[in-house]
């Protein structure tokens, strides 16, 4: 049943994504456009998921158990870090260039358009990197205490 929940979910948010047009990359490079050709359309698409999720969160709240798992997965975590603000430089810096982000290019990808396939294959890249090295690059780095060596004959020993 889990896995049956998590794909009509997925069916809702692609088909809101398509009805919005935030699949659509000219699109969504006129909502960046702040100083040219504005499209403030997408705005008011933000605004209603807020309202949404906002909603959805808070009959959650009042819920003592999911319907389709045993417990909530609520986030442990709400500092904010390194990782959090480069990841979030780094997928604006690409939505703004590309105008296009994961999801909706994972909607897109059913057309198989040549530069989506290419912007997959670069955001998959992109996560098995991260998974592989990107860990070490975000650790706290720490002063390891030295090991101990084994004392050196001094001269006056000699």
């Given at each position: 049943m889990p ?10 948010f692609?088909a809101?994504l ?7 990359p ?9 100083f ?6 997408l705005?008011f ?11 959805g969160?808070a009959?959650a ?8 798992s ?9 500092d904010i870090?390194?990782p959090?603000v480069g990841g979030a430089?780094l997928?604006g810096?690409?939505?703004g260039?590309?105008?296009i982000?994961?999801?909706p290019?994972?909607?897109?990808l ?14 998959l890249?992109?996560m098995?990197g ?5 860990k ?8 390891a205490?030295?090991a ?11």
């Amino acid at each position: 049943m889990p896995v049956l929940a998590s794909f009509t979910c997925g069916l809702i948010f692609g088909a809101g994504l398509l009805i919005s047009g935030m699949t659509d990359p000219q699109k969504v490079l006129g909502f960046l456009d702040l100083f040219g050709a504005w499209d403030a359309t997408l705005a008011f698409v933000m605004a209603g998921a807020v309202a949404v999720t906002a909603s959805g969160f808070a009959v959650a709240r009042r819920r003592t158990a999911p319907t389709f798992s045993a417990r909530f997965l609520w986030p442990d975590r709400n500092d904010i870090d390194a990782p959090l603000v480069g990841g979030a430089i780094l997928f604006g810096i690409g939505w703004g260039l590309a105008g296009i982000c994961p999801g909706p290019a994972l909607v897109n990808l059913a057309g198989l358009s040549l530069p989506i396939v290419v912007f997959v294959i670069a955001m998959l890249a992109g996560m098995i990197g991260q998974n592989l090295f990107g860990k070490n690059l975000w650790r706290p780095r720490t002063m390891a205490p030295r090991a101990e060596t084994a004392s050196l004959p001094s001269r006056a020993d000699g």
